[in-house]
Every structure is written in C-alpha cells, then in structure tokens.
C-alpha cells in the first residue's frame, strides 16, 4: 500500500503522449491551448473614442472657447476625419477613430447641440478624456495568452480579435468507461432484491462530459473468460480504460489477474488513503492506460476527482493546476493512518474566506450523501485531530 503523494507522483510520471490538434475556434471552449498567442496588431489598434459626444482641440477650450461648431460626424467603422478648424467641433460616436485635429472628447450630457453648433455645459473638462488610446492595453507582438491555458470565453474573444480561426489545442484521449459485477442492471430496468443499477459509469462519464470527453461504455459480468477477452479488444482501441469495481480481495474480483495476463503493469493497487484505498492503476505496452477504480461510489468518484482529473490536466498539458484551501468550520476527529477525504459543503464568511463545512455520511456506500456536498477536503496523516478554523487542500466537483 503506497502513500497518496506516491500515487500522484506514478501517474504524473505515466502521462499519455501530448497529441495536438487544430480545431476552429467555435470547438475551442474548455481545451488545452497548444500554442502562444500574439497581438497582430496595438490593442486598441487606433486612438479609440469611448464616449458618444464631441471631439475637440482641448486648447480651444482652455483659452475661453464654449460654442464650437460642428463640422460633422464620426461614426464607428468610418475612416478617420479630421477638424478643420480648431475652435469647432466633431460629433463622435462611440467605437469611432479620434479625428486628427482633437485630443478630447466631451460626452452629449456635458453639451447641449442646437443650430449645427455645440455649447459645452461641463467646465470641469480634461484633456485627453474618454478616450482608448493606440496601444494603451498591448502593443503589436506582444503575448496575450499563454500555451497550457484552458480556454474560456475570454480566449475565445483574444482570438477572434487577432484573426485565429483555428488553434492549435490539445487532443483529448479516446475513453472505455466499464462498469463490472453481475449484480448490476441498467437504469431503465428494475432490479431484483439483490441487484442494483449501474450508477457509477454513470457519473464517470458525466465528469468526462465535463472535462470535453465523450466517452463510450461498456459492462463486463463476473466471467474471466469474457472479461480476458473483450478488455483485450479495448486495450487496443482506447487510450484510456476506466473500470468500476473488480479490484478488491473478493473471489469474482478477476480484474488484477486480466490485466496481468494481457500485458498491462500495474504500477500501484491500494493507496493509504479513506476512502478509495483498492485503486488499481497499470500501463499497456500498446500505449493504453488502465485507471481501476474502486466499486463503492463514493470512492469511484473521489479517486476520479483527486487523481484521475490532475492527470488528465497534466497530460494535455494544462499549466497552473493548484488546489484552493478552505477554512474547517467544525473540528474533524479521524483515527486511522490515511490520508482523509472528507466530504465538505462550501460556503462563505462575510469577510471573504472560503469555509468547509463537514458533511457526515455512512461510508463510502452512501452514494445519495454525494448531493449534499460540494467537494473533498484533503486532510494529512499524522493527526487524528482536525480543528476548525485550520485550512487543507480542496478538490471541488461542484
């Protein structure tokens, strides 16, 4: 049984081989940006006018001038115009390019307009106000986004503004997602008494629909012989195999011994962790990696949260992937040597800290106690006594 941060620094070291793809920009959202972006040009990329209004010489102004003329109108997407005479005026719109001539802009509430003249009723007027100026946020070639970032709206409206309509981003693996044991049944038939429905494939591919997955599924019953056979199949066809229950000391469960038969090296089976500590983890010759979770479905859940997400991050390359901390709000007793998980509902204090409330269940069976929490609080071995008001590493789902 290997330590918690052992099995972080195994699969870390186990990443899948970076694969890059150029997609266009409308099927960017939540990838993996796999390259540099630059200013193709100043942001903004001309004196930009921020108010509706008029443009003027400020000079004029400060040497008594209050009743301009107006020598007509700049709209936003027209050339730029330029003031003919210094002591009159030009209409501005918002978005437009800055006239040549003037350096200041006085918004319509400061004016009053009548006869095709401008009389200025705000004397508080300085120069150079309401407007963007040419390279005031970036300059041409300057970098705006850095590769590894996961793209948000915000990236998706940098690249539509420098012309990207196709980036390069990682290329999310292709999943198995299996759920094994004869006592499940599908979720549109009833069980019998001691059935129950599939719940954690479920949830699994849920999570990776998050993550951008379409996983595809499968369920495998207690049957070395057709386990042996149709996970050689997958092993071949996917990066990556996600199975459910199979890996603890029971007689049925056959998934350790499959997998060593084909090839696959486990590299870690139990981690001193609660819950989740019968999680099997290997590696295919082929390129495939095997994440075996544990069957109860809090632990399936947790060890796909804790470890299998940071993984995946790592492997597509994803850069600045930290925990958060939050606050105990109640003191926390756990005995055992393991790492805990515990279960949290997040709030908030009035003055800004990020509370962990905990969330008491009935093992890592109570499947419905998920509904209640928000995340996992990851407190250390080495003390059984967990006080409020201490902070530990937060794993959010919700």
């Not at 109108?73 to 003919?84: K, M, N, Y």
């Not at 800004?352 to 905990?358: K, N, S, V």
Request: glycine fraction near 10%.
């Amino acid at each position: 049984m290997i330590t918690v941060e052992e099995a972080q620094n195994i699969l870390l070291s186990h990443q899948l081989p970076l694969k890059v793809e150029a997609l266009p920009l409308d099927q960017c959202y939540g990838k993996v940006l796999q390259e540099d972006l630059f200013a193709d040009r100043d942001f903004p990329p001309y004196n930009r006018v921020t108010m509706d209004g008029i443009a003027i010489d400020h000079a004029s102004f400060s040497t008594g001038q209050r009743v301009m003329n107006i020598e007509g109108v700049a709209p936003a997407g027209a050339p730029q115009l330029s003031l003919e005479d210094r002591h009159a005026c030009l209409e501005v719109m918002t978005g437009a390019i800055l006239p040549s001539g003037t350096d200041t802009v006085i918004r319509y509430e400061d004016i009053q307009t009548e006869g095709g003249q401008a009389t200025i009723q705000e004397e508080n007027i300085v120069q150079g106000q309401n407007i963007h100026y040419q390279g005031e946020d970036r300059s041409a070639g300057d970098l705006i986004v850095n590769k590894g970032t996961v793209i948000s709206a915000a990236e998706i409206g940098i690249c539509a503004t420098i012309g990207k309509s196709v980036v390069k981003t990682s290329q999310l693996p292709k999943v198995m997602v299996i759920s094994t044991g004869d006592e499940l049944v599908d979720i549109q038939e009833t069980p019998e008494a001691h059935q129950i429905r599939r719940s954690n494939v479920y949830r699994t591919v849920s999570t990776l629909g998050e993550l951008g997955i379409t996983a595809d599924t499968a369920h495998l019953p207690d049957d070395k012989e057709e386990i042996r056979r149709r996970l050689s199949g997958f092993l071949e066809s996917y990066e990556v195999i996600m199975l459910s229950g199979g890996v603890s000391k029971g007689k049925f469960d056959f998934l350790p011994t499959v997998l060593a038969s084909l090839g696959v090296q486990k590299l870690f089976h139990k981690i001193k962790q609660r819950p989740g500590k019968p999680f099997w983890f290997g590696t295919h010759p082929g390129g495939s990696v095997v994440f075996a979770l544990p069957g109860n479905p809090i632990s399936s859940f947790m060890c796909m949260q804790a470890y299998f997400i940071p993984w995946l991050n790592h492997s597509l390359g994803r850069s600045n992937y930290d925990l958060p901390h939050a606050i105990l709000s109640e003191s926390i007793q756990f005995k055992p040597d393991m790492v805990y998980f515990a279960q949290v509902k997040i709030t908030f204090s009035r003055d800004g800290r990020l509370l962990a409330l905990p969330i008491e269940g009935h093992g890592s069976g109570d499947l419905a106690n998920l509904v209640d929490a928000d995340g996992f609080l990851q407190l250390p071995r080495g003390k059984d006594e967990f006080e409020a008001g201490e902070a530990y590493p937060l794993i959010l789902f919700r």
